[in-house]
Nanobody, 123 residues
Framework: QVQLQESGPGLVKPSQTLSLTCTVS??????????WSWIRQPRGKGLEWMGVIRYDGSTYVSPALKSRTSISKDTSKNQFSLQLTSVTPEDTAVYYC???????????????WGQGTQVTVSS
């Protein structure tokens, strides 16, 4: 059984960098041609896909967030991470990690999700 768990600060000040980590258990993130995504949901709004990292380390980030977003992985810890720079209150949302997502025009359905973590951007 694959499980994902997000971790990171719940409160970030405007203009700072948000860093979140997703710890995966139940299988290596480098196996099976899987892709691993970050998704967020502001209160009262729909899900927004942010970006993805594949088993081989290649990444693809939403064009809307490309200038501020990077995704990386640490295979020794079976984790992948999100960094979002220059945050504003509009970045306040529940952030999720999940297995699946978009890459190079192809979509793989999400099959496992983390429980989500609330991040608030406020001074």
């Amino acid at each position: 059984q694959v499980q994902l768990q997000e971790s990171g600060p719940g409160l970030v000040k405007p203009s700072q960098t948000l860093s979140l980590t997703c710890t995966v258990s139940g299988g290596p993130i480098t196996a099976g041609y899987y892709r691993w995504s970050w998704i967020r949901q502001p209160r009262g709004k729909g899900l927004e896909w942010m970006g993805v990292i594949r088993y081989d380390g290649s990444t693809y980030v939403s064009p809307a967030l490309k200038s501020r977003t990077s995704i990386s992985k640490d295979t020794s810890k079976n984790q992948f991470s999100l960094q979002l720079t220059s945050v504003t209150p509009e970045d306040t949302a529940v952030y999720y990690c999940a297995r699946g997502g978009w890459y190079s025009g192809t979509y793989v359905q999400y099959d496992y999700w983390g429980q989500g973590t609330q991040v608030t951007v406020s001074s």
